[in-house]
Structures are given as C-alpha cells and as structure tokens.
Antibody, heavy 118, light 108 residues
C-alpha cells in the first residue's frame, strides 16, 4: 500500500533553516507529484508547493517563493522540504502528500511538527 | 489565487442525521477540480471526494459530492459516530492549490 513516512519533530530558533523529509513506498515514485501542505495549530490547511519527481520541476506558492526549496532523490524515493529564514509563525505541522498531475492529495504523510522558538 | 469559502463554520448534528456542507469558489473551476477531505484531531487529512463527485477508494457511499462551476456540496447522508470531524474543500484547478477554511461537524 502507498505510504509516506516523514522525519521527526524539529525545534528551531528564528532565522534558522529546517529540512523535512518524506520517504515514499508502495507505488512508482516518479509517476506522481509530491506536495507540501502545512497547518498551524488550530488552523486550516495551506498549500506550499509541488514537485514532479520525474522531471524535477517545481511549483511554489507565491507566498513562499524564495524561502522554500522542494527536492527529490529518486534513488531513495525521498522528497524534502527546506524552509529558510524561519519565523515564529512558521510553527506548524508540515505534511507531504502524493499529488498526481491535475489531481488532489490522495495519500498523506503523518506530519512533522516544526516549532520555531527563541 | 482562487479563494474557497466554506459554510457553515460549524454544524451541530446528531448521529443518523444528514449533513450538508457548502464550498464556494471565487472563480469557476474548470473540469470541476474540487476535492473534499476529512480530518480528525491529530491525523492527516483523508481524501473523500475528487473531481467534485467521485468517491476516493474505500470511502463509504454515505459520502457524496455534487456541484460545478463555483458552487459545490458535500453530503453525508446519515452521520455515523466516526464522521464527526473537520471537512475541507480543496481546489486543484490551478496554482496555487487552495483550501477552504473548514467546516467542523460536531455532535449535538
């Protein structure tokens, strides 16, 4: 079955960077995109960006342009999200999800809590 | 950016009752690229409906989606105890994909 396994919780200070990983199994990795979505405590879902593992092409929400980098390593079937210049309002649970081209997120990782605090 | 507005914010119902959730888009969604997710506390979202009206794999038939253009509806025909959760609509018509703010279905 499709599984997306994310890395563990992180605590960072303001201004630092964080990298969250997402290892996929149970499907052909290059055939589906991976999106990153975040959710602050008690808040809704916020789409951050998407990557096509086959082409390596990315698409970022304008809000995050210049501050996030999404990559994949097809040899390890892993997608990664790096967020730079962290602020306290970046504190959230970060989810990876399998997003087919022109499709919704049909399988989700368990989420990774990133806490930004001085 | 396409804005999705969900209503109501909270729906208080009893098990066995029918739930009707609304999602309105700020512009028309081509090919009805509209999905619905269910999220329970401490869990990741779960895809229920895609393409406005197609049920995802393993989703019970008490969940149904309808609508087109800018107005969409998720209906739960008879609420089961496990259906009390937050529901989000999501458009994947263009970039960026956006989500509604959510509707909480709570036990009355």
């Amino acid at each position: 079955q499709v599984q997306l396994l994310q890395s563990g919780p992180e605590v960072k200070t303001p201004g630092a960077s964080v990298k969250v990983s997402c290892q996929a199994s149970g499907y052909t990795f290059k055939s589906y995109g991976i999106s990153w979505v975040r959710q602050a405590r008690g808040q809704g879902l916020e789409w951050m960006g998407w990557i096509n593992p086959y082409k390596g092409s990315t698409n970022y929400a304008q809000k995050f342009q210049g501050r996030i980098i999404i990559t994949t390593d097809t040899s390890t079937r892993t997608a990664s999200l790096e967020v730079t210049s962290l602020r306290s309002d970046d504190t959230a649970v970060y989810y990876c999800a399998r997003f087919p081209v022109a499709g919704p997120g049909d399988s989700w990782g368990q989420g990774t809590l990133v806490t930004v605090s001085s | 950016e396409i804005v999705l507005t969900q209503s109501p914010g909270t729906l208080s119902l009893s098990p066995g009752e029918r739930a009707t959730l609304s999602c309105r888009a700020s512009q028309s969604l081509s090919s009805n690229y509209l999905a619905w997710y269910q999220q329970k506390p401490g869990q990741a979202p779960r895809l229920l409906i895609y393409g406005a009206s197609s049920r995802a794999t393993g989703i019970p038939d008490r969940f149904s989606g309808s609508g087109s253009g800018t107005d969409f509806t998720l209906t739960i025909s008879r609420l089961e105890p496990e259906d009390f959760a937050v529901y989000y609509c999501h458009q994947y018509n263009g970039s960026p994909g956006t989500f509604g703010q959510g509707t909480k279905v709570e036990i009355k």
